[in-house]
């Protein structure tokens, strides 16, 4: 197939890039800036330089290509999250340009769009195992941008074409966060947030990128992907083996959680979400654990 990736130079978009190409495809990386070409070849794709706010010019990028695949975000580093304006960039990607890329892969003549999406949408539902048809929790204005990106791929599930809304679990690896979690967790700082008893679900990288492959497989719909639901302090443990210090991460004190705002109550949230319905239609399984030795250099 000839799939075009946007979001093509971050870490989830390189390692799609990277999973469609060992598949076998014709893969087109979308970049903002020129900066980004040598990356996007690397990973053994083509690279086109558009704005991604522009319809225009990425429906010229579209032309021609089967499938689109959306990865953009942009999620601020460790407690400038706290910060309202820190959010602004990964906004306006959520709010305009997944709009502008939904509706440009219609125009460009693309029967499948795959978006990206996350778990963080759903409700704390402490113990209890979360599915796809489990309402989610989006009423405060924090989110606009989310539901605004949701609905414009479901709009683009018209006249026979297909969107896959992948749900992805928290993401690890070698990304911003999780390196900024670790250098944290060695300097005894206190970083996590929630209640150690509560779930979370966690999805490397590198299975991220597999499961865009997977999802070239699936019909329409929604998909929860991520690994095996852990505790937060299983979590806590994984990540200071990870990162050799002197014993598990620390939670922030309770008393500070209460104040965090909604950007980062999703991250207090017991989410215990199951990928049997992506599983089962497409094959994919989670292949890397945060027990996995090294998982941080992967």
């Known amino acids: 197939m000839r799939i075009a ?29 020129d900066r980004g070409v040598p ?15 522009d319809a225009r010019q990425l429906e010229r990028a579209f032309r021609g290509h089967d499938v689109v695949i959306n ?13 309202p304006l820190a959010w602004r960039e990964d906004d306006k990607l959520h709010l305009e340009a997944s709009a502008a890329i939904a509706k440009a892969a219609a125009l460009a003549g693309a029967r499948k769009l ?9 409700p704390d539902n402490g113990s209890e195992w979360i599915g796809e048809d489990e309402p989610l ?24 074409r297909t969107t896959v809304i992948l749900r992805l679990g928290q993401l ?25 008893e509560n779930y979370i679900t966690l999805l490397h990288h590198r299975d991220a990128g597999r499961a865009f492959v997977s999802a070239l497989r699936a019909s329409s719909g929604f998909y929860n992907v991520g690994g095996e639901p852990i505790t937060r302090e299983r979590w806590a443990k ?34 215990r979400v199951s990928s049997l319905r992506f599983m089962q239609e497409t094959g994919w399984r989670a292949t890397i654990g945060p027990s996995t030795p090294g998982w941080s250099r992967m």
């Open 238 to 271: 994984d990540l200071g083996r990870e990162a050799k210090a002197d014993g598990p991460a620390k939670f922030i004190p309770e008393i500070t959680q209460a104040v965090i705002g909604a950007r980062l109550e999703v991250q207090r949230r017991s989410l």
């Open 39 to 53: 990356v996007i070849e690397g990973r053994g794709a083509t690279a086109v330089v558009a704005d991604v706010f």
């Open 172 to 196: 690890f690896g070698r990304d911003p966060q999780t390196t900024a979690a670790l250098r944290a967790t060695t300097e005894g700082k206190t970083i996590l947030l929630g209640k150690p």
């Open 137 to 160: 929790a989006v009423r405060d204005r924090a989110f606009r941008p989310r539901v605004t990106e949701m609905r414009a791929a479901v709009d683009f599930a018209a006249e026979g």
């Open 71 to 83: 990865t953009l975000a942009h999620v601020p580093v460790d407690m400038t999250a706290m910060r």
């Open 114 to 122: 795959i978006q990206e999406s996350s778990v963080f949408m759903y």
């Open 5 to 33: 990736v946007t979001g093509a130079t971050g870490v989830l978009g390189q390692e799609a890039v990277g999973a469609l190409v060992a598949a076998g495809h014709e893969v087109t990386g979308v970049t903002r800036r």
